[in-house]
């Protein structure tokens, strides 16, 4: 069966005549056949979604068995959707959960998908969201301690009664390690995975992912950028299936939007928009 890698970067600045900044080019590389193929394609993102649909959405607190601790998570779902949807774990940034990662739980569900925000300081009597105190509790986490929780986020949302079984992951930040950890977990593997401004907490990681997996990188981020030729050539000579896309003139936490320091919304929008139809892709539903 012919395995597919795709490799697309968005161009900010002119590209040739008649091609002004804010339009984008997209190359598809075909392996397996000995094939290159390219397709341009230009136009305008549209904007991100609107406020949270309250006659679209429902949301609820769940509580769910931690390793050491029950833990609490948001979840969103669609409102009057029949049959089961596709699940998608939501993993945060270093302080936690916020209204950010429950708006972005409320996008999915949206798009006819069941989105989970586990927080996994709830278990933990500490500072409010956002603080100091959850990120330093996040902090001594051992990746190995942090993937495991999620594991188990995984399977309580595999349990609910509307959801699909197919589960994939976003991680933003922090949680991009994350994601790519489960993508490579053989005994429950996720059915894709999605980084955000994130590398793989190490190349060989790389060769063991069993889902397709989305990267998101910031051109102005110093810590990616030199990694990524390397995780393309890992990805392509191991036969994995992939899309990556460069944000020009973006920086880290671009997409986010509870930092307007580093917030670019048409970065932001279009990368939200590859990030819903490769999950609608991997995940059917």
């Known amino acids: 069966m012919m395995q597919h890698f795709l490799s697309r970067r968005h161009f900010g600045a002119k590209l040739d ?8 080019r997209r190359g598809v590389l ?38 050491k ?3 609490k998570a948001y979840v969103a779902r669609p409102r009057g959707v029949t049959g089961k949807r596709p699940g998608v774990i939501i993993i945060h940034e270093i302080r936690g959960i ?5 708006d972005l739980a409320h996008r999915l569900a949206q798009e006819g998908m069941i989105a989970m925000v586990p927080d996994l300081a709830s278990g933990q009597a500490i500072g409010p969201e956002g603080s100091d105190e959850v990120r330093d509790f996040l902090q001594k986490m051992t990746p190995a301690d942090v993937a495991a929780e999620y594991q188990l986020a995984v399977d309580a949302l595999k349990n609910q009664p509307d959801c699909s079984g197919a589960i994939g ?7 991009g390690p994350i994601a790519a950890q489960l993508a490579a977990a053989p005994s429950k593997p996720v059915r894709a995975a999605v980084l955000y401004y994130s590398l793989p907490a190490n190349l060989d990681l790389v060769t063991q992912f069993g889902a397709p997996v989305l990267f998101h990188y910031a051109e102005q ?4 950028q030199p990694q990524i030729e390397p995780i393309e050539k ?11 896309y460069i944000y020009e003139g973006a920086k880290p936490n671009f997409a986010n939007e509870s930092l307007p320091k580093w917030y670019n919304k048409t970065e932001a929008t ?8 490769f999950l609608k892709r991997q995940l059917g539903g």
């Not at 916020?98 to 429950?102: D, I, M, P, V, W």
């Not at 890992?234 to 990556?244: N, W």
């Not at 279009?270 to 139809?277: C, D, G, S």
Request: charged share 15%; no cysteine; net charge neutral.
């Open 270 to 277: 279009l990368a939200w928009e590859r990030t819903v139809a």
């Open 234 to 244: 890992k990805l392509i000579g191991h036969s994995k299936v992939y899309e990556q």
């Open 17 to 24: 005549d008649g091609v002004q900044a804010g339009f984008h």
């Open 69 to 71: 601790t029950p833990l």
């Open 221 to 224: 981020d110093q810590h990616t």
């Open 98 to 102: 916020n209204a950010h990662f429950r």
């Open 30 to 67: 075909w392996a397996g056949a000995g094939l290159f193929a390219t397709i341009g394609t230009i136009g305008v993102p549209r904007g991100l979604a609107a406020e949270p649909d309250n006659a679209r959405v429902t949301t609820e607190t769940i509580t769910y068995p931690g390793r």
């Open 169 to 175: 992951i976003i991680g933003f930040f922090w949680g």
